[in-house]
């Protein structure tokens, strides 16, 4: 029997991803195109289904296609309600997509980071596990649950909202969303720099450069131990560790799965805050039934492909 294959699609502000995968994760063919964010959905939308078609010819077995997109997503209509690095509002991707294609195929589309958590239960750490949380810590922090071996959906398509949760709403930093003390002015990349910038004339014989901070200069000197960039991951680790502890204590998690370029580069500088203050902030009966591992997939539109599986065998949208 010819073998059942899958595209996934992870559309970012900068690049699209193609992938070609197997139902077992391996990669037959993968593409990256640009984004190219000023130009039209009818434009974007033939670019996309320009690739999807070749791929259409060139693999006969292809059963569906999985796409991630920033922001929140109406899954069932599969319309992308802001993703704002994309300047679209409520566009119909599925419908978009599925009008252009030579033949017609199921879609299916999904936040970025629920694909994240899709993603590992199929090809990655979660693989066997039904109640788990995805974390995905890059330039902000977003989070995904799975309960039962379904994804938990809000009612306004914005759940897990976990970055925006404030530890302190009076003096923390000023968050881009309006609040204060969010997690991710600590945890995350802007909160790295954030964290670096407010604290910059306390720490004299700190060597990052006052001009120009980054993430990769504060992980590069907390590895040599620069006082005021291990303040920052000092910081970013507890409170990545009370963030886990909500998440502990709320869902019984099995698993907590750290994913994002950022919480691989710095996890070794995080990992001790993080474990000392879970443990601390947490019932002993939900700290003992909940691990902390890092994400094992690092294609964003594999995991997308992922998608296809993951709804055959939970639920239909189309």
């Not at 004299?204 to 303040?231: C, M, P, V, Y």
């Not at 680790?237 to 502890?245: F, N, P, Q």
């Not at 902030?281 to 997939?297: C, E, G, M, P």
């Amino acid at each position: 029997m010819p073998q059942s294959l899958t595209i996934g699609l992870d559309i970012g502000g900068t690049k699209m991803a193609f992938v070609v995968a197997d139902r077992n994760g391996n990669i037959c063919d993968e593409v990256t195109i640009p984004t190219l964010v000023g130009d039209s959905h009818d434009v974007t939308f033939n670019r996309i289904a320009k690739q999807i078609n070749t791929y259409l010819d060139q693999f006969p077995t292809i059963e569906g296609i999985g796409i991630g997109v920033p922001g929140p997503v109406d899954s069932k209509s599969g319309i992308a309600i802001n993703a704002v690095n994309m300047l679209w509002e409520n566009v119909p991707i599925r419908d978009e997509i599925l009008n252009r294609l030579k033949r017609p195929l199921p879609i299916y589309v999904e936040n970025d980071v629920n694909v994240g958590a899709i993603g590992e239960q199929l090809f990655g750490v979660a693989q066997g596990i039904s109640n788990y949380i995805y974390l995905a810590i890059g330039t902000g922090l977003g989070g995904a649950v799975m309960i039962d071996n379904k994804i938990l959906r809000g009612t306004s398509h914005s759940e897990m909202e976990i970055g925006h949760v404030s530890v302190d709403p009076v003096n923390g930093r000023q968050c881009t969303c309006g609040l204060r003390g969010c997690v991710e002015m600590s945890i995350s990349g802007k909160g790295f720099v954030a964290n670096a910038t407010q604290h910059y004339h306390d720490y004299r014989n700190t060597q990052l450069s006052e001009d120009n901070i980054t993430t990769h200069e504060i992980i590069e000197w907390a590895n040599k131990g620069d006082e005021l960039a291990r303040f920052v991951t000092d910081e970013a680790g507890t409170v990545l560790g009370i963030a886990c502890s909500w998440c502990a204590s709320i869902f019984n998690p099995s698993k907590i799965i750290l994913g994002g370029g950022l919480i691989h580069a710095s996890y070794h500088l995080l990992e001790d805050k993080l474990h000392t203050t879970l443990k601390q902030r947490t019932l002993t009966q939900n700290y003992d039934a909940v691990t902390i591992s890092l994400s094992k997939l690092t294609n964003a539109a594999l995991g997308a492909s992922a998608l296809v599986w993951y709804y055959k065998q939970t639920e239909t949208i189309l």
